[in-house]
């Protein structure tokens, strides 16, 4: 199925406010995500798009089907010195991610019809391989047991006590995952193409 899918990253204005109103539908309407207004992040709703602070320096992804735009995922270094996780979790030692060349990949998207189809990894393995050209480490941090299982079969490496709750009243716990040297990045990538 995932032959008739194109992953490229989003320039034109047009593409970018698709992709953020396709997370507002998602994560705002299909998961009835509350955030609370005064977040470290700056997320807020403006029309009919979910954006935060961090907007002017993602590098957004787009998944299309022909010239449909199914969903997305974005890249995100840091903004002004940290990451999205340091306002959420400002009492954790975190310094892990001080590493160079360190990015973010978070905001992942699909539309409903497309998820559990294969099209998730797919997006994945384009941000990894991104990341491997760009000789960029990543880390990701998510709550969902279905991404938390596929990041595990890849052999993602999970940071052992990192889990937390972004806001009290999350209704799961989020795990961080990173993949910070170029043998981590290589399984990752390898077990993506399987």
């Not at 002017?56 to 199914?70: K, N, P, S, T, W």
Request: proline content about 5%; aromatic content about 10%.
């Amino acid at each position: 199925m995932t032959n008739s899918f194109e992953v490229r990253i989003l320039r034109a204005p047009e593409e970018l406010g698709h992709y953020r109103r396709l997370l507002f539908d998602a994560y705002i309407h299909e998961a009835g995500w509350n955030f609370h207004p005064a977040n470290p992040s700056g997320i807020r709703i403006s029309g009919h798009e979910l954006r935060d602070d961090r907007d002017d320096i993602a590098i957004c992804f787009g998944v299309f089907q022909e010239d449909r735009l199914i969903g997305g995922a974005r890249l995100c270094g840091r903004h002004q010195g940290q990451f999205e996780i340091h306002g959420y979790q400002p009492h954790r030692d975190l310094t892990f991610l001080n590493a160079p060349n360190l990015i973010e990949a978070s905001r992942a998207v699909l539309r409903s019809e497309f998820r559990g189809s294969g099209v998730f990894p797919l997006l994945v393995r384009h941000l990894f391989e991104f990341c491997e050209n760009n000789q960029l480490s990543v880390f990701t941090v998510t709550s969902d047991p279905s991404v938390i299982r596929l990041y595990k079969r890849i052999g993602m490496p999970a940071v052992e006590g990192c889990r937390f709750k972004f806001e009290p009243e999350d209704p799961a716990e989020a795990q961080l995952f990173l993949v910070d040297s170029r043998g981590v990045l290589d399984t990752v990538l390898k077990n993506l193409t399987r």
